[in-house]
């Protein structure tokens, strides 16, 4: 997670800051929010990016519940595919339990399954552009690679080699990012020295310094964009950027069915596990094996039930979806009633009047208050009531910063409103 700037390049720069966080939806936030990257919406997405034929679609599939064609040659996919998926939730479940709704909504993640990337492909190979362009469309990033071996399903770099691979498709991104940032850099650099009308010469030049310095930080080629230490106004630039390595990437490593069922996940990740520290310190691993999650989708819940406490091995997926979800700064929050329970996705660290905003934008217009009950409080103590009558049950103001979990009832326009909209 991106955290606020230490350093301060200039008193500009800083003021500039200040200005902007009045211009932005930053009010939106609670005040002590580390400054995120990536747009501010609560309808994100996750892609799978990486090499051709290493399991890609086969993931989104079983992840999906989808049927998109997956098969052993490179460039399946051409036009990436969108499919939603449930965010797993124990809080959820049970939430649905105690209140036995005629309604149930969980909360959803987007994925999208992106066609595979080759050497070259920031310079156009492999329809390499187009496939970017698919890369720039998600919010977040499954960086999928390959450490399975057979024989059988061939390689587009003949050999076995994750660490390798990782790399080439490390490079594509950025060489993909430094291409786009050297374009916008000449358009700013032509704007300043020729004054364009609407556009403040002053606000032309701080916006040439920022790309230069994200420039600069890439050139460094340390680490991806969205390593770097960034304030508000870099991140906002960032953002304007559309910069592929400033997405939150989980890798997963894709191991073989026989591996996995040997408890072998963790085996062999220590190379991986190095790379990612060298190059993007802090990024999740996660091993699986695509052919068992595969292999377990197809079967019925019975089946399957029975087949995984045989072979005393899990899925993956609920991590992967859950990491993916996390990656993307979003929390959860419930309304519920004897009409609906609903988990709502919003930002972390988004105020009261705005997760309210997501559910009706007239409920942020109107917002007064917040009725908030904790889960863990609800859990704990079993119904609405008890947690009334252990003080628990808290009227929150517009300020109020939304916490993972909390049940919300919100009052708006003079009127208690439960947001399950019965
Ligand atoms: N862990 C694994 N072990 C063995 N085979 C696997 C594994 N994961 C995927 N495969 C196989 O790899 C082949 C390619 O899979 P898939 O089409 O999902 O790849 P892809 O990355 O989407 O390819 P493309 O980039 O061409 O669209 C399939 O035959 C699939 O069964
Ligand atoms: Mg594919």
Same mark, same amino acid.
């Given at each position: 997670m991106l955290r606020t700037f230490q350093r301060q390049f200039s008193s500009t720069s800083s003021a500039l800051a200040k200005k902007s966080k009045k211009s932005t939806k930053k009010d939106a936030l609670d005040s002590a929010a580390p400054v995120f990257l990536g747009r501010p919406s609560n309808h994100l997405k996750m892609g799978v990016v990486g090499l051709p034929n290493i399991g890609k679609s086969s993931l989104f599939n079983a992840l999906t519940n989808s049927s998109v064609p997956a098969e052993n040659y490179p460039f399946c996919t051409i036009d990436p595919s969108e499919a939603i998926v449930q965010v797993p939730d124990e809080r959820f479940d049970w939430l649905c339990d105690t209140y036995q709704p005629k309604k149930v909504t969980p909360a959803h993640l987007t994925v999208l399954d992106i066609a595979g990337l080759v050497r070259g492909a920031a310079s156009g190979a492999g329809l390499g552009n187009a496939f970017l362009s698919n890369v720039a469309s998600v919010d977040g990033l499954y960086h999928l690679v390959r450490a399975f071996d057979n024989d059988d399903v061939t390689h587009v770099e003949n050999t076995v080699d994750p660490v390798r691979d990782l790399g080439i498709i490390q490079d594509e991104?950025?060489?993909?990012?430094?291409?786009? *940032?050297?374009?916008?850099?000449?358009?700013?650099?032509?704007?300043?020295?020729?004054?364009?009308?609407?556009?403040?010469?002053?606000?032309?030049?701080?916006?040439?310094?920022?790309?230069?310095?994200?420039?600069?930080?890439?050139?460094?080629?340390?680490?991806? *964009?969205?390593?770097?230490?960034?304030?508000?106004?870099?991140?906002?630039?960032? $953002?304007?950027?559309?910069?592929?390595?400033?997405?939150?990437?989980?890798?997963?490593? $894709?191991?073989?069915?026989?591996?996995?069922?040997?408890?072998?996940?963790?085996?062999?990740?220590?190379?991986?596990?190095?790379?990612?520290?060298?190059? $993007?310190?802090?990024?999740?691993?996660?091993?699986?094996? *695509?052919?068992?999650?595969?292999?377990?989708?197809?079967?019925?819940?019975?089946?399957?039930?029975?087949?995984?406490?045989?072979?005393?091995?899990?899925?993956?997926?609920?991590? *992967?979806?859950?990491?993916?979800?996390?990656?993307? $700064?979003?929390?959860?929050?419930?309304?519920?009633?004897?009409?609906?329970?609903?988990?709502?996705?919003?930002?972390?660290?988004?105020?009261?009047?705005?997760?309210?905003?997501?559910?009706?934008?007239?409920?942020?217009?109107?917002?007064?208050?917040?009725?908030?009950?904790?889960?863990?409080?609800?859990?704990?103590?079993?119904?609405?009531?008890?947690?009334?009558?252990?003080?628990?049950?808290?009227?929150?103001?517009?300020?109020?910063?939304?916490?993972?979990?909390?049940?919300?009832?919100?009052?708006?326009?003079?009127?208690?409103?439960?947001?399950?909209?019965?």
């Open positions: 991104l950025r060489l993909k990012d430094e291409e786009s *940032v050297e374009r916008q850099l000449g358009e700013w650099t032509r704007m300043a020295s020729k004054p364009v009308p609407g556009q403040h010469p002053a606000r032309v030049k701080e916006q040439v310094q920022m790309i230069e310095h994200i420039a600069d930080f890439m050139a460094s080629g340390t680490r991806d *964009v969205r390593k770097g230490d960034w304030d508000l106004q870099q991140a906002q630039v960032i $953002n304007s950027l559309h910069l592929l390595t400033a997405k939150p990437m989980i890798y997963l490593c $894709n191991i073989s069915l026989d591996q996995y069922l040997a408890g072998e996940a963790q085996e062999g990740l220590s190379d991986i596990q190095k790379w990612v520290n060298e190059n $993007n310190p802090g990024d999740i691993i996660i091993p699986l094996s *695509v052919a068992f999650e595969s292999k377990i989708s197809e079967m019925g819940l019975e089946e399957r039930t029975d087949y995984l406490a045989s072979k005393g091995v899990e899925s993956q997926l609920p991590k *992967v979806i859950l990491a993916g979800y996390k990656a993307l $700064n979003l929390l959860r929050y419930f309304t519920c009633g004897p009409e609906e329970v609903r988990a709502w996705s919003v930002r972390n660290y988004s105020k009261a009047p705005q997760a309210a905003g997501v559910i009706h934008t007239d409920f942020e217009r109107g917002f007064i208050s917040a009725d908030i009950m904790k889960y863990a409080d609800l859990h704990e103590l079993g119904t609405e009531a008890a947690v009334r009558s252990a003080g628990k049950f808290l009227q929150k103001g517009k300020d109020y910063v939304m916490e993972d979990g909390d049940i919300a009832h919100f009052k708006f326009n003079g009127k208690i409103k439960e947001l399950s909209l019965d």
